[in-house]
């Protein structure tokens, strides 16, 4: 089966600037997440849909991050304006609905974001 | 607030010695753990989990409630074990995953 699909693969913008990332989720997978990980860390859940509702999105720096699954299917990130401290790998994952138990969740390739 | 600590940032071991990459967590709900690795150039993929008590790829890790560690072993270490692992603890009703900061195992000949 296909993965997930991320694009682009890499951005370079400046401080200040607007990015937005893309994600196609697993055929029939109802569950996105969106994370980020900066250089040295281990990936952190910004956010996670359940089809087109958002489970979760404690961790997500509202004021400049929003994040959207319209039609329960692909999903767009974007950072509007981009701070330096944004500059991090952003992976999109997907899992099937889960139903009494933990669910593989399977990443994308990730878009490297770079803010200068 | 949970949490997921591995110690070791890099572990560099010979290949055919034993392998032991270390995972502590903190959690006071009932703890569902996995492991994650990511080989050079490719995609972060699930390893093993703790409630399946498999032996992927010749890994083990076992789930020590009283230490709160689940660390991830193999007896013989292959150079094409080299890759970035990362510990992770599923959270609440959501599978929210938390990471660790991951160690960097280098499999050398």
């Known amino acids: 089966e296909a993965g997930v699909a991320q694009s682009p693969r890499y951005k370079i913008i400046e401080k200040r600037q607007s990015v937005a990332f893309w994600c196609n989720p697993i055929?029939?997978?109802?569950?996105l997440y969106w994370y980020q990980q900066i250089l040295g860390q281990g990936p952190k859940l910004l956010i996670q849909?359940?089809?087109?509702?958002?489970?979760?999105d404690s961790q997500l720096p509202k004021d400049r991050f929003s994040a959207e699954r319209l039609k329960g299917v692909d999903s767009t990130l974007k950072i509007q304006p981009a701070k330096l401290e944004d500059s991090a790998v952003y992976l999109c994952?997907?899992?099937?609905?889960?139903?009494?138990?933990?669910?593989?969740?399977?990443f994308g390739p990730g878009t490297r974001l770079l803010v200068l | 607030a949970q949490r997921v600590t591995q110690p070791e940032k890099l572990l560099s071991v010979f290949k055919g010695a034993p392998v032991e990459l270390k995972c502590n967590y903190s959690?006071?709900?009932?703890?569902?753990l996995f492991w994650y690795v990511q080989y050079s150039r490719q995609r972060l993929q699930l390893l093993l989990r703790?409630?399946s008590r498999e032996s992927i790829k010749g890994f083990t890790a076992d789930l020590n409630k009283g230490e709160t560690s689940f660390h991830l072993k193999k007896p013989f270490a292959q150079e094409e074990d080299s890759a970035m692992y990362y510990c992770?603890?599923?959270?609440?009703?959501?599978?929210?995953?938390?990471f660790g900061t991951g160690t960097q195992l280098k499999v050398e000949l």
């Open positions: 994952a997907s899992s099937l609905e889960r139903a009494g138990g933990p669910l593989t969740q399977y």
């Open positions: 055929s029939g997978h109802a569950t």
């Open positions: 849909f359940q089809n087109n509702g958002v489970v979760d």
């Open positions: 959690y006071s709900g009932s703890p569902e």
């Open positions: 703790h409630i």
């Open positions: 992770a603890l599923l959270t609440g009703g959501g599978n929210k995953l938390t």
